[in-house]
């Protein structure tokens, strides 16, 4: 495969990852809190669009607008009945308490659709050519649906009252209060977005993803790795972590020998590693706790 | 010296007339022994008051259990006339108190203008934020200057007049400041007590501030209290206080 296209797509991929990887970086940023069950909120959306695909044939892009409402709740009474509980808490407590969610959910999952493998075969699983490159259709319209989302997201944030008010609580909790903000409702509304934009990228990536209870572990450390590469909180961070990832990982498998497609997940462990070693803050100094001194 | 049982002295600017603030006998802490063992203070209208002790004496916990971020166990906070004691912030800042507090309470990736925006939070109506973030602008020039700059770029100064500004926009009856001049340069500070004390002339700000710079926070306001360990220890009009041989030996180095 020529080099540049193998690089277009790596940067189709990247462009998904930084968009999965919004909700795991906006609540770390915002709230402190590592989203263990990331992967979990991710696979749900699989499955949401995986049952509405079989149930009705219903597009699992138009599942991926469904489903960013429906967790949108869920997210959101998470967050109001248990997370804010142990957000004042030392970081080791919401961890465990997001990493014994995460086994729960999967476990839920498997217990209502069994461990086997589903997939969602769309009609347009294709590709079409331009300018000489070989494009995959369901590829593509992720990453252009991915890019839309950051884009609305990123105005959301900078104009809407909550998006500030979810801002100003990551930058300065202490002042957020002060103003007269009601904290944990601010933080149930990031949580509740962020779950919300997490399954909308399960929805859309189902199509060309297996579906399984434990698919999600694979994309919480993906998550990891790209925030590491990227930084936190952050929009354009989260979309150059991904496209890093996405193209070293397509690069990796096309080109050493050897190296088949399910090396994939340890090269996001690698890379995870590889930073963490060499730059313990992250890249971009990402991996910092929220508050100074904390 | 004023007994701490006695009612204090009203600053001779003032009339005789109720206290804006009342805290009564108040007893507060962090879950643990009480920080607070029976803190008495009264603040009138129209009035500077500093309040100066010695690091931990509990100075910032008597404004934060004003404010409803620590909980009162015992005595009350009554505030124009409207008991307070357990009130929220929200419901604080409702009453008409505004505070900027010790720590930075800036956001620093947001510009002037937007953390003047937060500063009007609980106020869903666009145009009278924009009236009142322009009549906070008008009276702090520096802040109009750099209104697109974003906050972390400020100077020290620059951030205490956002900090103060801000506070001013829900157009407080009264400002609680814990320690307005903590790391500015001289000059500053006096540009910032000068700036107090302007807007308790021109627009009779009510302000009840901490200072660890006892002598320009006293010369800059008619009453003063002294607290130690939790307790009220002296209080009276500042000038007295400047004088007052105890305090000058805690407080101002000797003499
Ligand atoms: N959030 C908190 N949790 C537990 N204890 C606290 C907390 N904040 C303050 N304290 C304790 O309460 C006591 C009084 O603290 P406070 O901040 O009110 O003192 P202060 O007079 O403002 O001192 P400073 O001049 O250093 O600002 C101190 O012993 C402090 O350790
Ligand atoms: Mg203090």
Redesign the interface.
Known sequence: MPFLQALLNGILVGGFYGFMVLGFSIIWGVMGIINLAHGEYVMVGAYFAWALFRAMGIDPFVSALLVFPVMFVVGYVLQWLLINRVVERPHLISLLLNFGLSISIANVYKLIYTADYRSVTVPYSGSFELAGFTLPTIKTAIFFAALAIMLALHLFLQHT?LG??I??AA??K?????????IHRVYAATAGICIGLTAMAGAMVAPIQPISPFMGPLFTVKAFAITALGGLGRIPGALLGGLILGIVETLLTIYVPGVGAKVGTAVSFILLVFVLVTRPQGLLSGLRPVEEGA | MTDVAARPTPSPQVPEQAPLLEIEDVYAGYGGDDILQGISMEVYPGEIVCVIGPNGAGKSTVFKAVYG?VNIRKGRVRFDGQEITHAR??EV?QAGIA?V?Q????????TVY?NL??????ERDKRKIVERIEYVLELFPRLEERRKVMAGALSGGERRMLEIG?ALLIQPKMLLMDEPSAGLAPLVTRTIFQNIQRLNREIGLTVLMIEQNVRQGLEASHRGYVLELGRNSYQGPAQELLHNPEVRRAFLGGR
Do not use: C, T, Y
């Not at chain 1, 202490?174 to 009601?182: F, I």
């Not at chain 2, 925006?117 to 609980?122: A, N």
């Open positions: 009252r500030k008010a801002r100003a930058q300065n202490e002042a957020a209060k002060m103003v007269g903000m009601d | 971020f912030p929200q800042i505070m507090p720590l930075p309470s800036i956001f620093p990736q947001m937007e925006e937060m500063g009007l939070f609980l801000r």
